[in-house]
Structures are given as structure tokens and as C-alpha cells.
């Protein structure tokens, strides 16, 4: 039997880490404390900087915690009203954010010889009384900021975006006054011309002067002859000459854009609707203008106006949003309504209704994304329609019959809401069976939602007189309120001191303290304790 064995393995270690480990040669001599020593010095040092970033990490925590403040929300009351002593009321109500606190405010004017923030006209060398035109915050109506201007005031229009610094138009006495909205302090101020007699509203123009500015375009009708004055948006400055947009009284304007973004100012006169391309208004503008090339075949070569819509019984004229670069433009005759295509002018439907008693209206009553149309039309025997139309084809989607007031009321609006619909509000008294003795000048708010359209939310209003009334989303994603400003005393400045009163209703509590009011279609099984919940648990979204 053959015993041997290979002598090899033993004699020579193993290679490639098989078997035994290889066994570590010893330190040189001098070379192990010091390699020691080294190890120690980098793990005091590692462990310093974990203190050290722990430190630091509790020190922010901290600081944030307890020492640097959080910024302080905002609280909104429910309602609120102040009432300011006054000579003249003055239908100008607007809502914007001027303290930047994402809450919206609200400006409006009365005229008086002190504001609210204790301001005389003697500190504008201005004669007592004078015109305030003031900024109240949306959350409880304190004074932000007042400006006193020269009497008597004509119109004022807030929301001009100019570089991204919004200012208010004031036409007062012999001037047009730019204040920025944000605390007052005068922009510019210009004189007015004795012989032109301006109109809102003021139209924002592209810039015309090459001065980084958008400018603005001011229309004054007159019998014989309406003229297009434009100014520098920065300076007030008047660029170039007045222009005559047509020798006859222009009823209504407002700019237009085409699919070729050319601008033109379209206007109303008891012919009809025609359009003027501002390239041949801006004739001196710095800035390149353009003609549509669909619109200048058909301009007229004469007058240089393009017909729009050729009719005498025009009454309104809206813009209708289709999308982000063309609008579609909504016309009331005295025989229907009518949508034209912003683009092509031909007709998108068309509406037989009966008087339309105000401007329409727009919402989102379904969910196609497209305004829908909210029209008041005259019904006789003392009633009225409310209808909504859909945007797309003009079918009626939704209407109710109610009484007329003997008064005037606002018009219809509406507040948008995350599910993509709208609350409608409007005013009016609906028919009671069990009283029918009901003065038609009792006037109530209705609040209408698409989810619930057999029911409407009622609630008592005012008995005073509405001079403006307005509707919004006053603090993103949380509350929209309406706001009314009304009056008692003399409507018109006869020098005769009355009283305005500017309040703010949050459409939340008002539908808690609302009754609902069941239609005669009604087969729902929900109680009024649901609808009402379900109203409360909708959300707001801002306006698009």
C-alpha cells in the first residue's frame, strides 16, 4: 500500500486565502504605538464632530420652537360693518390683498371733511368736505390707509397690473389721480381735459412707449364724436394725439384679443358692434402692433371699423372666457342671446329670452370646465327668471321663478368651488303659499350649489340701499364672504350729511343661519340639517 504523502502543502502556506489565514507579520520596531496613537486622535475627533452636529441640530430646533416667532395668522371675524358718516355715495367697492397678508381687503369711498384714520382735507390743502378713498382690512374692517382727493369724484378702478405694481385710477374733479393700492401713496397725477369726459372702464394696453410699463387706453363718448385718449401707465404722460374712435355715442367698449394676438378695441353703438385694431388708435406706439390678417379682410376700408355684429337692439356686450388665449363674446339683443366665436365671428348658439334685466353673469354649474351663463330676464306680473345657460350650447341647465323687487338689486354672482362648480348668489323674494301679503320690498340672499339644485339656502337681507355688492374668495383654499356697501341719507351729493355702512358676511355662517327653501321639484329624501352640512363641507377655489 502505497503511504506517501505530497510534503508540499505542508511545507509551504496556503495561497489565495484557502485553508489557515496568512499570518500577519509583525510591527516594525517603533511603528505600533504610534500607529495606536493615531486610531485614538481620529475617534476623539469623530466623536466631537457627532456632539458638535448634535449641537448644532437642538440648537435650530430650539431656536425655531421657542425663540423666532411663527408668523402670526390672521383672524377673520365672521361679520362685520362699519358705518361711516358721508355726503355722497359712491358705488365703488373693490377687493384686493393691499397688506400682503394673504387675506383680502377692501377699498371703497365716501366723502367727508375727516377720515378714519383721523385725516383732514386741510392736509391736502384740499376744501372741506373732500373725497377718502380708503383701504379697510378683510379680516375686521380697521382702517389700513385713506388718501383725500379733490371732489367730486367720477369713477375709480383698481386691479391695473403695471410691472406687477398694482395701482386705482381716480377720475376726480379736473385730474386723473394713480395711487398704489398697497398704502395709498400717489403714482402720478395729471390734469383732465374740460372737453373729454372719460368712461370706465380703463383699459390696460401692451406697452405702447417702450417703457417697461403696461399703458392704458381711456374712452370718452359723446354725441357727436368718441374719442380714444392713451396714456403712459408710468408717467400719465399722453402718448400721441386723440383719436376718434367714431363719430357717434359709443354705448360700451372693452378690448379684445384675436388668435393672432392682435388687440382691438371692440365698442357698441345702436348699429351694433364694430371693432377698431389699436395698431391704427396707437399710431405713434414704439412698441410693434399687428393686425389680424382673418379681421383685416374685413375691415371696413371707409371707416376702418371691422362688423362684428350689426344689430340696433344690442344692449350688453361681455367677454366670455374659452381659454387662456381667446374669448368668445357674449351679446344681449332685446331679442335673445347670442355667442360668437372670439376668432371666426360666427355664431357658437343662440337664445330666444325675454328682457334681460343686467349684465349677465358667469359660473360653473357642470363640470366641463367652460363658463356657464346666469342671465336675470323679465317674466311680467312683477316676477322674474333666474336661468343658467350652458357655456357650450346654451341650453338651459337650471331655473327658478320668483317675485320682482320694486327696487333695484345686484346681480347674479357666483364664488368657485374645489369641485371644479360654483355657489351661486342672487337676490330676490321667492313666492310664499302660506303668506300673501308679502311686500315685494322685502329682499332676500340666495345661495344655490349644482349638488343641491332642488333646494336654495335663503337669507333675510337689507332693507337699506345697496350701492355695491360684491363676491370672492378672500383667503385661498379657506373663506369666501361677500361684502356689501349700502346707504341711508341722499343718494347723490346734495351736500346733505347720510351715512354709509360697509359690511362683511361670510357665506359659511350665513348658510348655518340660513332656511331652506325646498323648489316644487323637490323629490330629495335628504333632511335640512344634511343640506346644510353639505354645504358647509364645501371648499372655495380661487377665480379662473
Not at 381711456?218 to 396714456?231: C, F, H, N, Y
Not at 374712435?245 to 351694433?272: M, N
Not at 343686467?358 to 316676477?383: A, C, M
Not at 329682499?443 to 339656502?457: A, E
Request: glycine residues 6%.
Amino acid at each position: 500500500m502505497d503511504n506517501s504523502t505530497d510534503p508540499a502543502p505542508e511545507a509551504q502556506p496556503l495561497k489565495g486565502g484557502e485553508g489557515e489565514a496568512e499570518v500577519e507579520a509583525p510591527p516594525k520596531k517603533g511603528q505600533g504605538c504610534l500607529s495606536r496613537t493615531g486610531f485614538s486622535s481620529l475617534s476623539r475627533w469623530r466623536t466631537a464632530a457627532f456632539f458638535l452636529s448634535l449641537f448644532l441640530c437642538l440648537t435650530i430646533v430650539f431656536a425655531f420652537s421657542f425663540i423666532i416667532p411663527c408668523p402670526v395668522r390672521p383672524v377673520s371675524l365672521r361679520t362685520w360693518e362699519k358705518t361711516v358718516p358721508s355726503f355722497a355715495q359712491y358705488d365703488f367697492l373693490d377687493i384686493l390683498d393691499t397688506n400682503k397678508d394673504k387675506v383680502k381687503d377692501i377699498l371703497f369711498a365716501f366723502k367727508n371733511s375727516m377720515g378714519n384714520l383721523n385725516t383732514t382735507c386741510a392736509n391736502q390743502s384740499l376744501p372741506s368736505p373732500c373725497v377718502f378713498l380708503t383701504a379697510v382690512t378683510g379680516t375686521n374692517g380697521d382702517p389700513l390707509w385713506e388718501r383725500p382727493l379733490a371732489a367730486e369724484l367720477d369713477w375709480a378702478q383698481c386691479g391695473l397690473e403695471e410691472q406687477q405694481m398694482p395701482v386705482c385710477l381716480v377720475s376726480h374733479s379736473n385730474l386723473l389721480t394713480a395711487l398704489y393700492f398697497q398704502n395709498g401713496t400717489v403714482r402720478w397725477q395729471v390734469p383732465r381735459s374740460p372737453e373729454l369726459s372719460f368712461k370706465p372702464p380703463v383699459l390696460s394696453v401692451p406697452d405702447l412707449d417702450d417703457d417697461g410699463v403696461s399703458d392704458l387706453a381711456l374712452v370718452s363718448p359723446a354725441q357727436d364724436e368718441t374719442k380714444v385718449v392713451l396714456l403712459s401707465g408710468k408717467t400719465g404722460k399722453q402718448l400721441g394725439s386723440e383719436a376718434v374712435l367714431d363719430q357717434s355715442l359709443v354705448l360700451g367698449y372693452l378690448l379684445h384679443r384675436t388668435k393672432a394676438s392682435a388687440h382691438y378695441l371692440l365698442f357698441r353703438k345702436e348699429s351694433g358692434v364694430y371693432g377698431r385694431a389699436l395698431k391704427t388708435i396707437a399710431t405713434t406706439a414704439k412698441t410693434k402692433l399687428t393686425e389680424d390678417p382673418e379681421w383685416k379682410k374685413k375691415t371696413n376700408a371707409s371707416t376702418g371699423n371691422v362688423p362684428v355684429y350689426i344689430s340696433s337692439s344690442v344692449q350688453y356686450l361681455v367677454k366670455a372666457t374659452k381659454g387662456r388665449s381667446l374669448e368668445n363674446l357674449l351679446l344681449v339683443t332685446t331679442e335673445g342671446m347670442e355667442m360668437i366665436d372670439g376668432q371666426s365671428l360666427e355664431t357658437v348658439w343662440k337664445v330666444d329670452t325675454s328682457t334681460v334685466l343686467s349684465e349677465p353673469s358667469f359660473g360653473h354649474y357642470n363640470k366641463d370646465g367652460v363658463y356657464d351663463v346666469v342671465i336675470e330676464r323679465d317674466s311680467g306680473n312683477n316676477t322674474k327668471k333666474i336661468t343658467i345657460l350652458d357655456g357650450l350650447s346654451g341650453a338651459v341647465l337650471w331655473e327658478v321663478k320668483m317675485a320682482s323687487q320694486s327696487r333695484s338689486s345686484p346681480r347674479p354672482t357666483s364664488v368657485n368651488t374645489l369641485d371644479h362648480r360654483s355657489v351661486f348668489i342672487f337676490w330676490g323674494k321667492f313666492p310664499s303659499d302660506t303668506n300673501s301679503t308679502d311686500s315685494l320690498s322685502e329682499r332676500f340672499l340666495y345661495m344655490l350649489h349644482p349638488s343641491y339644485s332642488k333646494v336654495l339656502l335663503e337669507k333675510s337681507g337689507t332693507d337699506d340701499h345697496i350701492i355695491a355688492f360684491k363676491a370672492a374668495l378672500f383667503e385661498k383654499g379657506r373663506h369666501a364672504c361677500y361684502v356689501m356697501l349700502t346707504g341711508l341719507g341722499p343718494a347723490g351729493d346734495t351736500g346733505v350729511e347720510g351715512q354709509v355702512t360697509l359690511s362683511k358676511h361670510r357665506l359659511k355662517e350665513d348658510m348655518k343661519n340660513s332656511t331652506v327653501l325646498r323648489l316644487p321639484d323637490d323629490t330629495g329624501s335628504d333632511s335640512d340639517q344634511d343640506i346644510k352640512e353639505g354645504f358647509d363641507r364645501l371648499r372655495f377655489d380661487k377665480d379662473t
